[in-house]
């Protein structure tokens, strides 16, 4: 499996999983190490990954900064990415975190719990392309991200229909995933969800909340600015690196 392939690679400053349990990709990324890795550090571990059969390595989102050590070892840039934050000291009745929509007759939102995983992928998978889309391990890797987080659905009779992951670090906020499925979109699901993260993470006196999008995905990135994200000065990066 893609597990068994990656399996033992990580180091304090290089971090490798499989991507989406896939046979033959690896995710490659910084370690938990306050020092980036060195190119010498990533061609080392391309190098092992290389001699398992794992014929292609993708990065997490990485800021300009993060990707520089994996360009210098080879990896090629596959997607950008928009980068927008938040600043959750405004007030909510501020017009950019202001909410004119309520939860549509017939919808719940409650905690995600394990027995909504299967439909949650599900939505996940409508939602996003191919490449982007989550596996149930994937879940799992988002919403243990960060130190603290909160898993919310949106349910109606036919089950799941939306869903979001909010990380929390120190004071510092992730908008981790938001996805709503196509049948249910145009009904302010959506902004529920961001709106149920903004509540949340002001609870824990975060001061700012970060969220990052396709740059081609314009119904995101439409939502995101109208409930008050901007846009940071530079954007996010995904690498890849093919045999």
């Known amino acids: 499996s893609g597990r068994q392939q990656v399996g033992g690679l990580s180091t304090s400053r290089v971090r490798v ?51 520089q050590p994996f360009l210098n070892a080879g990896f090629t840039i596959h997607e950008q990415l928009h980068l927008l934050s938040l600043d959750l000291r405004l007030q909510p009745g501020h ?35 191919p490449f982007w889309r989550f596996d149930a391990e994937a879940l799992r890797e988002a919403r243990r991200a960060t130190p603290r987080h909160r898993y ?45 993260s903004f509540r949340w993470l002001r609870r824990r006196h975060a001061t700012r909340i970060m969220v990052n ?11 995101y600015r109208k409930v008050g994200f901007e846009p940071e000065p530079s954007g996010l990066v995904v690498l890849e690196w093919n045999d």
């Open 213 to 223: 999008t396709q740059e081609r995905n314009q119904r995101a990135l439409a939502l």
């Open 152 to 196: 919310r659905v949106i349910t109606n009779a036919q089950g799941v229909q939306g869903y979001a992951v909010t990380g929390l670090a120190g004071q510092r906020g992730y908008l981790q995933r938001l996805a709503v499925s196509p049948s249910a979109e145009g009904r302010g699901l959506g902004r529920q969800l961001i709106d149920d």
């Open 95 to 129: 017009r950019s975190h202001s909410f004119a929509t309520s939860m549509p007759d017939g919808y719940e939102i409650r905690p995600g719990r394990r027995w909504h995983e299967t439909t949650v992928i599900e939505v996940d998978g409508q939602a996003f392309e």
């Open 17 to 67: 999983t499989s991507w989406q349990g896939a046979a033959g990709v690896a995710l490659v990324g910084p370690g938990r190490a306050s020092m980036l890795p060195s190119p010498n550090d990533i061609v080392s571990v391309v190098n092992q990954l290389d001699s398992r059969g794992v014929q292609r390595a993708v990065t997490p989102a990485l800021s300009l900064r993060d990707a």
